[in-house]
T-cell receptor, first 114, second 109 residues
């Protein structure tokens, strides 16, 4: 079956702009989680969506938001971009969510803020 | 909040040698997962441990979950160049999956 698909793969934005990233989970998976990965901070949990509802949220400012559609596809939005938002953004899908189920990661979107 | 600490951050290993990476949580975990991320790639699930004291093996990899379900370890024997990458542990508690910072492994041939 097809894996987790993230688009776009690479993105360059200017400070102050906003950006929307997309994640299509594995067919049948209802949970999508988003992570920010940077060399210094590792994998930081942003939020998890399950059946269109945000079920868990990490410690990120309100500039980071997301949503999930009825087909389980998810989008993540970052407004008023800052240089420090430059990172690899990974989404992971699983059938049950963060209840001990294996998470399948996408290739990620590498965001560069200049 | 829950924190998962992982050591060492870097591990430089001579090919053929063994090494261990450790994961410690500030809270009791429901389960722990291990992932491997190759350079330029994305994390790939290796294994999940659920029971206290559980030990699982995958060829040269041995995973352990502590009795108190607060720590875990990954031991790799006879390291090969294919073992290069970053190994992450991730603990689940209160429906949140928290990743350790990872152990980045390089191998000297």
């Amino acid at each position: 079956k097809a894996g987790v698909t993230q688009t776009p793969r690479y993105l360059i934005k200017t400070r102050g702009q906003q950006v929307t990233l997309s994640c299509s989970p594995i067919s049948g998976h209802r949970s999508v989680s988003w992570y920010q990965q940077t060399p210094g901070q590792g994998l930081q949990f942003l939020f998890e969506y399950f059946s269109e509802t945000q079920r868990n949220k990490g410690n990120f400012p309100g500039r980071f938001s997301g949503r999930q559609f009825s087909n389980s596809r998810s989008e993540m939005n970052v407004s008023t971009l800052e240089l420090g938002d430059s990172a690899l953004y990974l989404c992971a899908s699983s059938f049950e969510g963060t209840l001990g189920a294996e998470a399948f990661f996408g290739q990620g979107t590498r965001l560069t803020v200049v | 909040g829950q924190q998962v600490m992982q050591i060492p951050q870097y591990q430089h290993v001579q090919e053929g040698e063994d090494f261990t990476t450790y994961c410690n949580s500030s809270t009791t975990l429901s389960n722990i997962q291990w992932y491997k991320q190759r350079p330029g790639g994305h994390p790939v699930f290796l294994i999940q441990l659920v029971k206290s004291g559980e030990v699982k093996k995958q060829k040269r990899l041995t995973f352990q979950f502590g009795e108190a379900k607060k720590n875990s370890s990954l031991h790799i024997t006879a390291t090969q160049t294919t073992d290069v990458g970053t190994y992450f542990c991730a603990g689940t508690n209160d429906y949140k999956l928290s990743f350790g910072a990872g152990t980045t492994v390089t191998v000297r041939a």
